[in-house]
């Protein structure tokens, strides 16, 4: 595996049927609350590959037993500067591809604990305006839109 992280990514957007959205703080930037998004491993492992696997390894659900959905929704941004470090040398933007995960509202949560310190459950409304990411906000803003339970 590369050294350096592969400008390609999933943001999930996991929720309930009554469209509470779950939100987890990051561990190395405390009050930078978002979804699950994570790079892809290899540049050929597909994204819902890389879906599933971040959902695991950030809160411990399982996505296969739940409604996971391809978006079809790509954002292209600017790499934070904090977090130009981790990919090679010149790479500037990312492109993050968007996938709802439709959870039962009684479901574990497990963080894992070097990446995430607390997690929250709230209204869409209230997590769209909670996130520090705008495309993450902006893909919580279209839940309505796509939750089909």
Known sequence: MSQYKIPESVLVV???????VL???????????????????TPDEALLTTAIREVAEETGIDATQFALRDWQISNVYEIYPVWRHRYAPGV????????????SPDVTVRLAPREHVQYQWLPWQTAADRCFSASNAEAILLLPEFNQN
């Open 14 to 20: 996991i929720y309930t049927p009554a469209l509470d």
């Open 23 to 41: 939100l987890i703080e990051r561990a190395d930037k405390p009050g930078f609350w978002q979804s699950v998004t994570g790079s892809k491993d």
């Open 92 to 103: 500037t933007q990312n492109t993050e591809h968007v996938f709802g995960l439709c959870v």
